[in-house]
Nanobody, 120 residues
Framework: QVQLQESGPGLVQPSQTLSLTCTVS??????????WNWIRQPPGKGLEWMGA???????YYGPSHGSRTSISRDTSKNQFTLQLRSVTPEDTAVYFC????????????GGQGTQVTVSL
């Protein structure tokens, strides 16, 4: 059973960088063919795909936030990380890390999500 767990600060100040880590257990993030996504859900809105890193380390970013987003991984810790720069209150959301066969909001395993609020 693959398990994912998001971690990071629950409160970030505007203009700062949000950094979240997803720790994966029960399977390697380097296992062939899987894609590790970050998605979010702002209050009252639907799921939004932020970006992804593949099993081989290739990254993809969503068109809306790609210029502010970086995703990296540490295979020795079986973790992957999201960084979102220059955050605003509109970045307030529940952030999820997921495993899938392709980039996007559909997944077979996901974390429980972590609330991030952008505020002074």
């Amino acid at each position: 059973q693959v398990q994912l767990q998001e971690s990071g600060p629950g409160l970030v100040q505007p203009s700062q960088t949000l950094s979240l880590t997803c720790t994966v257990s029960g399977g390697s993030i380097a296992t062939t063919s899987y894609v590790w996504n970050w998605i979010r859900q702002p209050p009252g809105k639907g799921l939004e795909w932020m970006g992804a890193i593949t099993y081989s380390g290739i990254t993809y970013y969503g068109p809306s936030h790609g210029s502010r987003t970086s995703i990296s991984r540490d295979t020795s810790k079986n973790q992957f990380t999201l960084q979102l720069r220059s955050v605003t209150p509109e970045d307030t959301a529940v952030y999820f890390c997921t495993r899938a066969k392709r980039i996007g909001i559909e997944y077979d395993y996901g974390g429980q999500g972590t609330q991030v609020t952008v505020s002074l």
